[in-house]
């Protein structure tokens, strides 16, 4: 059968690709990012004619739709809607977006960030916890990715450690559901430790706005310092960090491993010890548990080695679950990479639009709420479609998570018609949308007061 021939023709109907957007705008409506970014004076900005609130919420839309470029704004310029769906009174112009935020300098770095975390509190369905010794606790999984910048010229672009020019922002993650609630640019070469008790700190405090959960703070072998965990104890949270070896041998590690462990052989010429220990650091009243998970092979893909190989993890916690628990605890820790992904990939993120440093930084940080919001369409979009709901997508299988990229695809890029009739604005989907009944329960669920 060859293709239907179309007959192309103009029409004056009004029709938009970014439904979603009215998402979005009912999420920000229950902030008060708006109203509190008006409130502050920037330098050579005492009166703008076009507001601080409007210049965020006109990059919020364009961060939602994966559209991080200035330029972006100029198509949107002239669709009512895009206007009306995030509450824009004026949208600005590709140079206005740019110099504003080229002024900005982290002046609403703390506010939007709180908004954030007050609104995961508020709107989110639930926040995923692990099962540990000690009760449920809230994973808050903190880890440096590096953004590749590479053949660019942007402020603060050097040599990451994974071998490329660009960014090394640490990122900070609550619940199993990846809500972000911390993010600090940073230079490629900068050290994963340098700053990062100041940043952790604040990280415990964001994430205690969010949930009134008990908190468990993962941390990998670069951020391996007792300043660490000193910031965990006043903060009152658990840990689980892993350990940089340094300087101690694997051949310590496995003796000790054969005197405190308990031994397994998961398979022929290979033996794992698990234990712990309990060590002595000075300017602690108690001694701090070390787990370790030590391995030893005499064989690899089939052939026997001359020198065994041994294997050494070892990590600083507050838990007393048993090793193996401890070291699958940690290995969640991993999930983490998935969320990098999703910024970086999903929102097309990873190459920063601006050539200073502060702006791209301010721009990480709106990207935080941004990524948040698109997050919450996602899972609250699970609590309908993992229900009873009749028309949902007989495609879709239930799930924990929604990805970001499904999110932008299945929910903000979602056709709509536009009508105005009786001072009233309405919104209509296709007879064939199997996301409409979704779309409109999380619409309405996003447009009633905040309780």
Not at 35 to 49: F, K, M, N, T
Not at 232 to 259: F, Y
Not at 328 to 343: A, K, M, P, R
Request: aromatic share 8%; proline share 4%.
């Amino acid at each position: 059968m060859v293709p239907v021939e179309f007959i192309i023709k103009e029409g004056d109907e009004n029709l938009t690709s970014h439904s979603g957007l009215a998402l979005i705008g009912a999420l920000l409506n229950r902030t008060g990012l708006a109203q509190r970014a008006d409130s502050i004076v920037l330098p050579g900005c005492q009166e703008p004619r076009i507001s601080h609130g409007d210049i965020l919420k006109s990059f919020l839309g364009l961060l939602c739709m994966a559209k991080p470029d200035y330029d972006a704004i100029e198509e949107f310029r002239e669709i009512p809607f895009f206007m009306e769906s995030l509450g824009i009174a004026r949208c600005p112009a590709s140079p206005t977006l740019r110099q504003r935020l080229d002024v900005v300098r982290g002046a609403f770095d703390g506010i939007i960030k709180e908004e954030s975390a007050k609104l995961i509190r508020s709107t989110a369905p639930e926040i995923g916890t692990v099962t540990t010794s000690k009760g449920e606790r809230a994973p808050l999984d903190i880890d440096v990715s590096p953004f590749d910048n590479s053949k660019t010229k942007k402020e603060g672009v050097s040599r990451t450690y994974k071998g490329s020019d660009g960014f090394a922002p640490i990122l900070a993650y609550l619940g199993k559901e990846g809500y972000e609630v911390n993010v600090e640019l940073r230079e490629g070469s900068q050290h994963s430790q340098k700053n990062t008790p100041d940043f952790l700190r604040e990280t415990i405090r964001y994430a205690k706005m969010a949930t009134d959960k008990d908190i468990l703070v993962r941390l990998d072998s670069g951020n391996d310092s007792l300043d660490n965990i000193a910031v965990c104890i006043d903060g009152k949270v658990d840990w689980l960090i892993k350990r940089n070896l340094r300087k101690e041998k694997l051949e310590d590690w496995l003796k000790i491993a054969q005197e405190k462990g308990t031994q397994s052989s998961p398979r022929e010429g290979k033996k794992v010890w698990r234990g712990e220990i309990y060590r002595e650091v000075e300017g602690y009243d108690k001694p701090l548990r070390i787990v370790f998970d030590v391995a030893e092979r005499t064989t690899k893909k089939g052939q026997a080695l001359l020198i065994p190989e041994v294997e050494v993890d070892t990590y600083w916690t507050s838990l007393a679950d048993e090793p193996f628990q401890t070291v699958l605890l940690y290995h969640d820790h991993g999930t983490s990479e998935q969320f990098h992904s999703e910024i970086k990939s999903d929102m097309a993120l990873e190459r920063l639009p601006s050539e200073h440093f502060s702006t791209n930084s301010d721009v990480l940080t709106l990207a935080l709420l941004a990524y948040n919001l698109l997050r919450l369409c996602g899972q609250e979009s699970l609590r309908e479609d993992n229900g009873n709901l009749t028309n949902r997508a007989a495609y879709r299988k239930k799930a924990t998570r929604r990805r970001l990229r499904t999110v932008i695809q299945d929910f903000i890029y979602m056709a709509g018609r536009i009508s105005f009739h009786a001072r009233r604005l309405y919104i209509s989907f296709g007879r064939y949308n199997p996301w409409a009944a979704v779309w409109e329960n999380l619409y309405r669920g996003f447009m009633a007061p905040v309780t």
